[in-house]
């Protein structure tokens, strides 16, 4: 028996609706695509003429026509000489059970779905480590970084500087000119370790304002902090390894050395900083990571005799110490203390800035100061991943130090975040049951003060949300598996420069209204 040739259904434009106030051809195409996906034009069947098509709508041919030629483009529909148009045979999937049919399509539609889909929720729902059998997916799984609040500034968010004081307006001219006559090379692919100006603008900085003896070569620009304390799990840490982190600490640090295969040794942290005489009972530990110029989230700042212990451990171990100097610029009574890599003698020390707590943090602009030795094999491993940082945002910076916009900048922060931090300090409720005295503040941009219990805390915490205040409790910085007495991790961390005063003092007041109650 002779194949009879597919049969298919006469066209019906029905249900397509086009605003004329959008592009016409685009809408066209989005609606014939959809329909092929979905199942209602199924294979084989035989799409009118152009201009018939375009007469039944009531548009320009010429709007039809670009519609068609986008579906061919991309293999929706297919010409068949002197005979028009038609939808392509589509691959059908199996579904579990059903014997897939070798028989031509008919061209008939069904109604049904094809085995393409548009809708994400129609798909099976699978967790991804459930189907890829890898300890990538089971480590991420369990160490992963939750969402950001959402929403603009508001009291006490964590991690947030006054950057409702930033010169947008010298940066966007500064943008401005960069984009009016961009260098020609800077938009090739560029050095995977930054931009050269940028690289040696932040080396004379260090070397002024933070005694560092860096030079330009030994800087790799990052996406952030994030992204240099992340290079420094994949490149120093082999699966098994055990890394020091302190405790509580920074959870984001933690989780890239975890997901990196490291086994974390959480530490503790006294009056001094971390505690040295534990990390040395850490046989299988030759990597630390600290913050020691504002620990986070205590806000304790390293003694001097404890950053010698600290760099004396590293050179007996033969070991590294990742320094996260996040806030260091903010220092209220006296100048900045030196930071780690400037004692370091003995090249142990990886230095992690960012411009995020000077800046904003959606800038995504930090660096990296690294020992020489280091440099090639950590630009080499960050341009697997990234190539090369984004060019304007990194010559612009440049600039805007070169220009000293940088320098006026920071002291202006400065001077906020202190104006800011007095005003949490005078107005902060007293006699609250279960919350113990403010901590002196000499740097950084929060603070953290002691709750006698967990319940307490998360009651505090939960009364300051109903009125639209934002606390972080201390509890959530602590390592799962911490052996400290579950009542003494509790406490409230409030970060008092992502808002000008007014701001604070309205949330102070409703803070007192919402505890005394």
């Known amino acids: 028996m002779p194949d009879l040739p597919p049969l298919s259904m006469p066209f019906n434009p029905a249900g397509i609706e ?15 695509r959809l329909r092929v996906l979905d199942g209602r034009l199924a294979s084989g069947t035989r799409l009118p003429a152009s201009r018939d098509l375009a007469s039944a709508l009531g548009i320009s041919r010429n709007s039809v026509v670009r519609a068609y030629d986008q579906l061919y483009a991309e293999g929706f529909i297919e010409g068949r000489v002197g005979d028009g148009t038609y939808v392509a045979q589509l691959a059908q999937a199996s579904t579990p059970g059903k014997k897939l049919s070798t028989n031509s399509s008919t061209g008939l539609s069904t109604g049904l779905p094809t085995a393409l889909s548009t809708n994400w929720l129609d798909l099976p729902v699978n967790p991804s480590s459930k189907v890829i059998h890898s300890g990538g997916f089971s480590r991420i799984e369990k160490h992963h970084l939750p969402r950001p609040p959402s929403g603009p500034p508001r009291a006490f968010r964590v991690g947030v500087p006054a950057f409702d004081l930033f010169p947008f307006e010298v940066w966007a001219k500064l943008n401005a000119a960069f984009w009016r006559k961009p260098d020609l090379q800077q938009l090739c692919y560029g050095d995977p370790a930054g931009d050269a100006r940028l690289r040696g603008m932040i080396a004379a900085y260090l070397r002024s304002s933070r005694g560092m003896q860096c030079t ?9 902090a994030q992204q240099g304390i992340s290079l420094c799990a994949q490149l120093l840490v082999e699966p098994g390894d055990g890394v020091a982190i302190e405790n509580p600490g920074y959870r984001a640090a933690g989780h890239a050395f975890a997901v990196a295969g490291a086994k974390l040794h959480g530490v503790a942290v006294d009056g001094d900083g971390i505690d040295c005489s534990a990390m040395a009972q850490l046989s299988d530990c030759r990597v630390a990571y600290v913050t020691p110029s504002h620990q986070y989230p205590t806000g304790v700042v390293m003694s001097l005799a404890r950053r010698l212990e600290l760099l004396a451990w590293a050179e007996h171990v033969g ?3 990742v320094e996260d100097d996040y806030d260091g610029e903010y220092r209220y009574t006296g100048a900045p203390l030196a930071p780690l890599a400037a004692l370091d003698r003995q090249g142990r020390v990886l230095y992690v800035g960012t411009f995020g707590k000077v800046a904003f943090p959606a800038l995504r602009l930090g660096y990296l100061v690294l020992p020489p030795a280091l440099v090639d094999a950590f630009a080499q491993r960050r341009a697997v991943d990234v190539r090369h940082s984004e060019v304007s945002t990194q010559a612009v ?20 975040a202190l104006s800011r931090r007095n005003c949490l300090l005078d107005g902060w409720p007293t006699a609250i049951a279960g919350i113990g005295q403010l901590p002196a503040v000499s740097a950084g941009l929060h603070l953290t003060v002691a709750v006698d219990s967990i319940e307490r805390e998360q009651q505090l915490i939960a009364q300051a949300a109903d009125v639209d205040v934002e606390i972080n409790g201390l509890s959530s910085y602590w390592l799962p598996d911490s052996t400290t007495v579950e009542q003494q991790r509790a406490g409230l961390v409030l970060g008092f420069a992502a808002v000008p005063e007014a701001a604070i003092k309205a949330a102070l007041s409703r803070l007192r209204r919402a505890w005394s109650s």
Do not use: K, P
């Open 18 to 32: 086009l605003d004329r106030r959008q592009g016409l051809s685009r809408q066209l195409y989005q609606a014939l």
């Open 216 to 224: 330009a070569e030994q800087i790799v620009i990052t996406s952030g």
């Open 397 to 416: 910076m440049a600039e805007f130090m070169a220009a000293g916009h940088f320098q006026r900048h920071i002291r202006r922060m400065r001077r906020a």
């Open 319 to 321: 070991g590294w110490i």
